[in-house]
């Protein structure tokens, strides 16, 4: 009866090294996420890049933050589409002023930048593959009024792909 302790304890013990050995296999997928987090870290600096770049167009003007900034009348300001965002999604443009808006689409599906009534009244709708930039001229009307935009592809809009421009 000693020697069938022994068999079962020993069998026991080895069901035990196994599972350790099963459970020790969930820590290279914990590591693999490391590198992933690091990863759009990394991508930041990358994303920010182009924003102060586009200073550099005549004119224009861009923030490197989601919201603020401005567009002077006859500028162009990069906006930056990406699931399910824009950046800047906020920004100033004078009043009874025509602007380019250049959209750049860094995400990995179709973008749109829409705006039903511009100043003018005329709709504005200009879509970017990914990858892919577009231009459009935008109207502003008079001071103190807003004028949406956002992304037209179904469901975009309600994930919060839009912002304002607002008209000083």
Do not use: W
Request: aromatic residues 4%; negative net charge.
């Amino acid at each position: 009866m000693g020697k069938r302790l022994a068999l079962f304890l020993m069998i026991g013990v080895m069901i035990l090294g196994a599972l350790a050995a099963c459970g020790g296999s969930s820590a290279p997928p914990a590591e693999s996420k490391a590198p992933a987090s690091s990863a759009p870290a990394s991508s930041a600096p990358a994303s920010s890049a182009p924003a102060s770049s586009a200073p550099a167009e005549s004119g224009s003007a861009a923030p490197a933050a989601g919201a603020g900034g401005s567009v002077a009348s006859g500028g162009t300001i990069e906006i930056d589409a990406t699931e399910m965002s824009f950046t800047p999604n906020e920004f100033t443009a004078p009043a009874n002023s025509t602007f380019t808006v250049k959209l750049k689409n860094t995400g990995s599906v179709l973008h749109d930048f829409t705006i039903d009534k511009d100043g003018s009244g005329k709709k504005v709708e200009i879509k970017a593959e990914p990858g892919a930039e577009t231009t459009a001229e935008v109207k502003t009307g008079a001071a103190g009024s807003t004028l949406e935009f956002y992304c037209a592809q179904p469901g975009h809009k309600d994930a919060g792909m839009d912002g304002h421009i607002k008209v000083q």
